[in-house]
């Protein structure tokens, strides 16, 4: 699903994603911050529902953007943005004719997507028929970026802001060419290229991992995902080298949001199913979560 905190708001939308039944969803859903209520919504507009979605907040505008996704075979190419009270296309992705042409990303396969302060714009990164592509979102149409260097393609990685270099930082995901295999580089995005770094300990390669912002904590936080089974480590990032840090199981595809004092990461694929939870990390422990 995407979950994504709108802090002028202190609250985040939920859209989407599969349920335990294996159920493709559309619906739209609302967690405010404090209370930690849910309210289900009925937009008069809404995307057609869709799974594997790309989604961040865009704080210039205070909405959220929401990119692509499947309903259950190939992968969408259009946008949406949320408002706090309804949805709007903003691009179909498709040419208004047969001759016109089109400027958006193609069908981008679990695609990741942040605001990116130093070009104060969103950032979307993915790959397509093997290829990486990295865009940017200019308020009202899609921009292809061509940076020098480039983390090779691949789906299903993680992206958040690192609050130690106010930088996007980028970790693993599924590599789609040559030999397949889960990733475990680290990049960091400065606004017009990606630079590897070289951490002293990284953690194992995986795709489908969950990367938390945190601010307050001054740092990244990594948790689960999955190499072949699911993975129930967790890690944090200080800027400079990755840390295991004490883990609350096996997880994968969880949604995070930074809400102040701590991290929340909710949702996602483990063991029993597929979870509804808040679980909260504080710098020390991890508890479970409302509010």
């Not at 930088?167 to 630079?195: H, M």
Request: charged share 15%; glycine share 14%.
């Amino acid at each position: 699903m995407a979950l994504v905190y709108m802090p002028d708001r202190q609250q985040a939308v939920l859209f989407g994603g599969r349920d335990g039944l294996g159920r493709v969803l559309g619906d739209t859903w609302v967690w405010r911050s404090g209370s930690g209520c849910w309210s289900q919504l009925s937009p008069a507009k809404s995307p057609p529902g869709r799974e594997g979605m790309a989604a961040a907040y865009d704080p210039v505008h205070q909405v959220v953007l929401l990119y692509g996704g499947s309903p259950g075979g190939e992968f969408d190419t259009d946008t949406w943005e949320w408002n706090g009270q309804t949805w709007t296309q903003l691009a179909s992705g498709q040419p208004i004719t047969p001759t016109s042409v089109t400027v958006s990303p193609p069908g981008l396969v679990d695609a990741a997507a942040g605001f990116d302060p130093v070009s104060q714009r969103i950032l979307l990164f993915g790959e397509s028929a093997g290829i990486a592509e990295t865009w940017s979102w200019e308020g009202a149409s899609w921009h292809e970026l061509s940076p020098s260097r480039s983390p090779d393609a691949r789906a299903s990685t993680s992206l958040a802001l690192d609050p130690t270099t106010g930088q996007l930082l980028l970790f693993g995901g599924y590599r789609v060419i040559e030999q397949p295999s889960a990733a475990n580089d680290t990049w960091t995005w400065n606004g017009s290229n990606w630079n590897q770094l070289s951490p002293v300990t990284s953690p194992p390669g995986r795709s489908r991992a969950t990367l938390g912002t945190w601010a307050a904590g001054r740092k990244v936080i990594l948790r689960g995902g999955v190499v072949g089974p699911g993975v129930g480590d967790a890690w944090a990032w200080d800027g400079t080298n990755w840390t295991l840090i004490a883990s609350p199981g096996v997880r994968a595809d969880e949604a995070a949001i930074d809400v102040g004092r701590r991290v929340l990461f909710f949702g996602g694929d483990g063991p029993a199913g597929y979870y509804n939870d808040f679980e909260s990390w504080d710098g020390t422990t991890w508890s479970p979560s409302t509010t």
